[in-house]
């Protein structure tokens, strides 16, 4: 029987720092994670809020260890990504807790004897897709567990997918409810990076979570540098950004489709970096093969669709970058969200240009959605381009953008480098009027018709050519008004005026015309702004966010390709050494080597260079089982890196 009340609030609270710091080796809870933890511990459900890299999982891990220990059996995990359970088990695995994952995967023999280490209650938890979990036969076996008050908790993994409204709906999701319905009794928590209002409240509503407390975390991210330049060359920019800052290391290239991403990831090869293409269009071997080297290869890019990405969850991705614009802000936040979540430093970096701003108005235009439909994708497609447009903090627009006040980051490129401006009023209106001319004199022709943005600058800027000279468009009153502004600055210009919506650019040609909103640019009663095109500074790596404000352009240390910066020659070299040795025991035990230790553990101990078992387990990320299993290897690799001249020199 389940005993909701019978543990005061201060053994639970107690139990789960014991967890956290001897299973997980993680000295403190982040965030909300202790509050949410204890909740489930005293058996309340809970829906859970985090944005991607929060920490979701160690909100149900730790209440099911706490409460297997005290007698109540397995934790049910519910999870739509059958190919990550197998990582999961594994990293619970190493950290010395008892799990298994039940899904199509798995052989009957396989899956047998899972069942019957569910039934023996030697599991602490068990990981099942929705489809397993509400087979009769599965039920029936929880139905045994929950009469010896041997099922503990039921987590809901992704709780987004049973919303129709979100990205990622799952049928079988629906089924869920039957959880609550048979084990009313059995604290639930359901989890999820899904933000907006709509998609909460479907999650309340189908999973009948009415009595679950709501904890909603903050969806900074604070290691996460956001840059966003303007296009010149979309492929000289982005390999400087590769080879200035992240040489050697794992990150996402997206691009808008799988053309581009074929093109892209063998041009990169080309280069000498290691890609690889993931996209729908990808026979199924492929895309698994992809996907799994970039998760157990070190230093891999991964140049996908956004098909790619979901459930993704190797902590050390070091940078997303952008080719072409997402369509949303969600969008974009999601796939900028899958790096760093071991919380060092990483970079979310975005080309953009005018061919951006038209496509994406395109898209929309000429989909068959419905009106309605429609003004709502141009709304936040409008609330991603002032994004890019913005010359304030790019983070404080985000969180905005999701209902959170902040104050300016420093850690986003206009935070750093804050942009110099021109007021770029009198250059729009020239181009509007010119816009406006070509109308007005193709009217007074019989020849209605427009023209695009090349040719549109060569007009402005007073270029005789055989066409401006057949159209009779060298005797317009705007002909070469704008000779005193570079192509690349009109460009600029237009692509402003296409975002803020005064311009649209038109069916095959992309054919340019004014929108009401124009007039209020050409009668002055707004005026405009733009970035000052400059040589975009050249950059240290990314630094954590306090390092970042005051280290300005350190040069990084170049003789490593992925130790953190902040390390000097001999801990570097000890790092190097560790993540040698991680990488022998990632391959021996078929893990990614983060399952091991993440890099920023091994950072510690190469900064650290503990001498004793004890110094050891002190470091974040250093649990029980891992001292014992790895402990004096570690102090063996460290002792070593750090006089590897010893022996000899003691001899002479
Ligand atoms: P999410 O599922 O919310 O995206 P994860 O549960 O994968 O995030 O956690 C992200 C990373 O943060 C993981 O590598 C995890 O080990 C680490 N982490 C979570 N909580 C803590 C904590 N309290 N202290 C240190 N590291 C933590
Ligand atoms: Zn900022």
Redesign the pocket.
């Known amino acids: 029987m389940h005993t909701a009340n019978a543990t005061p609030a201060a053994i639970s609270a107690t139990a789960a720092r014991e967890v956290?710091a001897e299973v997980?080796g993680?000295?403190?809870?982040?965030g909300q994670?202790q509050a949410i933890v204890e909740r489930l511990i005293d058996g309340g459900d809970a829906l859970v809020l985090?944005?991607?890299?929060?920490?979701?999982?160690?909100c149900y891990q730790i209440p099911a260890i706490v409460r297997h220990r005290a007698g109540r059996g397995v934790a049910v995990v519910v999870s739509p990504l059958i190919a990550l359970m197998q990582d999961q088990v594994g990293a619970l695995d190493e950290v010395g807790v008892e799990a298994a994952f039940l899904n199509s995967t798995l052989t009957p023999q396989q899956a047998a004897s899972v069942e019957q280490g569910l039934l023996s209650g030697r599991l602490t938890m068990l990981y099942a897709a929705p489809e397993r979990l509400l087979t009769p036969r599965f039920l029936a076996m929880l139905e045994s567990l929950h009469a010896r008050g041997q099922l503990s908790l039921f987590a809901i993994d992704e709780a987004h997918c049973v919303s129709q409204w979100g990205h990622d709906f799952r049928e079988e999701y629906l089924g869920l409810s039957a959880l609550h319905e048979r084990f009313p009794d059995v604290p639930r928590i359901a989890?999820t990076?899904t933000a907006d209002d709509h998609t909460r409240a479907d999650i309340v509503e189908r999973l009948q979570l009415q009595d679950a407390r709501l904890f909603i975390s903050s969806f900074d991210r604070p290691n996460i540098r956001y840059t966003i330049v303007e296009r010149d060359n979309a492929r000289t920019q982005l390999l400087r950004f590769l080879r200035d800052e992240h040489e050697g290391d794992a990150g996402v290239v997206y691009c808008g489709s799988r053309k581009k991403v074929e093109e892209t990831a063998a041009w990169l090869q080309d280069e000498g970096i290691p890609a690889l293409p993931y996209h729908a269009g990808l026979d199924a071997g492929v895309r698994k093969r992809h996907q799994d080297r970039f998760l157990r290869e070190e230093g891999l890019v991964m140049v996908a669709t956004i098909a790619f990405g979901m459930g993704i969850?190797k902590?050390d991705v070091r940078f997303v970058a952008h080719l072409d614009l997402p369509k949303n802000i969600e969008g974009y936040y999601q796939e900028t969200g899958r790096g760093g979540?071991?919380?060092a430093p990483a970079d979310a970096w975005m080309t953009y240009g005018l061919a951006d701003v038209v496509n994406q108005r395109r898209m929309i235009d000429e989909s068959p959605a419905t009106e309605d439909f429609k003004r709502v994708q141009r709304g936040k497609l409008d609330a991603l381009l002032a994004l890019a447009e913005a010359h304030d903090c790019r983070r404080v627009r985000l969180l905005a953008y999701f209902g959170e006040d902040s104050q300016p980051c420093g850690n986003c490129d206009n935070c750093l480098h804050p942009p110099v401006t021109w007021d770029s009023t009198d250059a729009a209106r020239k181009a509007l009027s010119c816009i406006y001319r070509f109308a007005q004199h193709g009217r007074e022709h019989h020849g209605a018709r427009s023209f695009g943005v090349a040719y549109l600058i060569d007009v402005l800027r007073g270029k005789s050519t055989d066409k401006v000279t057949q159209h009779g468009h060298a005797s317009l009153s705007t002909f070469g008004i704008g000779a005193d502004l570079s192509e690349p600055q009109w460009r600029a210009v237009l692509r402003q005026l296409v975002a803020l919506g005064h311009v649209v650019a038109q069916g095959e040609y992309g054919t340019l015309a004014l929108t009401d909103t124009a007039r209020t640019v050409l009668r002055g009663d707004v005026t405009l702004h733009m970035r000052t095109p400059s040589e975009s500074p050249r950059r240290s790596r990314v630094r954590s966010r306090g390092a970042a404000a005051g280290a300005g352009d350190a040069p990084a240390p170049r003789g490593s390709r992925t130790a953190p910066a902040d390390l000097d020659v001999s801990q570097t070299a000890s790092f190097e050494a560790l993540r040698l040795w991680r990488a022998a025991v990632a391959r021996e035990h078929n893990l990614p080597a983060?399952v091991v230790f993440?890099d920023a553990t091994l950072a510690e101990m190469a900064r650290r260079r503990p001498k004793s078992l004890a110094e050891l387990g002190q470091i974040?990320?250093v649990g029980s089982k891992k001292l014992d299993a790895y402990g004096s290897a570690l102090l063996d690799v460290l002792a070593k890196a750090a006089d590897p001249g010893g022996v000899v020199r003691q001899d002479v």
Do not use: E
């Not at 993680?26 to 982040?30: E, G, K, L, V, W």
């Not at 985090?50 to 160690?58: A, E, Q, Y």
């Open positions: 956290l997980f993680y000295p403190a809870f982040r994670q985090m944005p991607t890299g929060g920490g979701k999982s160690l989890l990076a969850d902590p979540r071991d919380g983060y993440h974040t990320g």
